[in-house]
């Protein structure tokens, strides 16, 4: 069930009850979030040695990538008693309005597209804002390459629109192999979190990357062009190099849960440079004068496809 935004109490009281933890405590044990499992939790220890856990009241949502702080009951039997404060917190909001935490302490979000079904940019916009306001770094992965005709190295702009703001834009292909080895090189010394829509070849990527590893793949609806969900929960798996890689359950939206301290231009990065030429400090890069956004988006310095995507963004949110 997804889980409903907290109060401002309740985010108190849980507060107060994990600063009440005594991490110093030898009877305390810290380890890695690997999984859900069954409504508990997999913790991974230091060692590697791995430990279902139930859950103490209070503690809030857990995910993959969280430092847990937990204690052994019996013999075989533990229990969580807190989070670790953490670096960020990937969120979204699901077609309900419901708050659902993706994974934490990332250093990278590999955002998933394919060349079928066709990327959605808008879905693309919403996944880098959440990044941006979280300072998680970004790789823009096209799978299914080699369902490309030969000479189609940008076919959906990726590359123009997106490499001159800076981010990592990597055609890939599981069939194929090619961009793969590319690949394997970015997750070394990271912990990423691989998300995207359902069909997009999340779980072959990790399958390719982890042959070792079980996953479960599921092939494409061919009458509407969608997969069903493949990975049921989020997973965290080992790479070679000190990387760590989660596999995240498919979606078909992404709506982002927004700093409130941050406007959403900043999400944007051109848009949020360009911002600094505008006329008024407060502009909202709609219909002000003198906006510098809008005129760079009139001469094509601004992507009319990002312009349009933070449009609908602010009337959206």
């Given amino acids: 069930m997804a889980k409903r935004r907290l109060s401002h109490h309740q985010k108190k009281r849980i507060q107060a009850t994990q600063d009440a933890i005594n991490s110093d405590n030898q009877n305390h044990m810290h380890g890695l979030v690997i999984s859900h ?25 857990i995910v993959c990538g969280d430092i847990a702080v937990y204690e052994r009951i019996k013999e075989k039997e ?26 934490a302490n990332l250093s990278q979000l590999l955002i998933c597209l394919a060349v079928k079904p066709a990327p959605n940019l808008f879905l693309l916009d919403q996944y880098l804002l959440s990044a941006e306001q979280q300072n998680i770094d970004v790789v823009i992965v ?22 001159p703001l800076g981010y990592t834009v990597l055609l890939a292909s599981v069939k194929s192999i090619n961009g793969m080895e590319p690949l394997r090189t970015l997750l070394d010394n990271n912990t990423s979190v691989l998300s995207g829509v359902s069909g997009v070849g999340k779980s072959s990527i990790t399958k390719a990357l982890l042959p070792e590893i079980d996953v479960k793949i599921c092939e494409i609806s061919e009458a509407n062009e969608e997969g069903r969900h493949t990975t049921r929960t989020s997973r965290l798996y080992h ?6 890689l989660i596999d995240t359950p498919g979606v078909r939206g992404f709506n982002p849960v927004l700093d409130n301290k941050m406007p959403v231009s900043a999400g944007f990065r051109e848009i949020n440079q360009m911002s600094n030429r505008c006329r008024f400090a407060n502009c909202r890069h709609i219909n002000e004068p003198k906006c510098a956004v809008v005129d760079a988006v009139s001469q094509n310095d601004i992507a009319n496809s990002r312009y349009q995507n933070y449009l609908r963004l602010v009337e959206k949110l």
Avoid at 40 to 60: F, M, Q, R, T
Avoid at 142 to 163: C, R, S, T, W
Avoid at 239 to 244: D, E, I, Q, T, V
């Fill in 239 to 244: 790479l070679p190099n000190s990387g760590h």
């Fill in 37 to 61: 499992h069954g409504g508990k939790i997999v913790v991974e220890s230091p060692d590697g040695s791995l430990h279902i856990c139930a859950v103490k009241s209070n503690i809030g949502i």
């Fill in 142 to 163: 096209l799978n299914k390459a080699d369902m490309l005709p030969d000479g189609f190295v940008d076919p959906f702009d990726l590359k123009a629109i997106y490499e």
């Fill in 78 to 103: 533990f229990r969580l008693l807190a989070i670790q404060p953490r670096h960020n917190l990937l969120q979204r909001i699901d077609g309900f309005g419901h708050l659902k935490s993706v994974a």
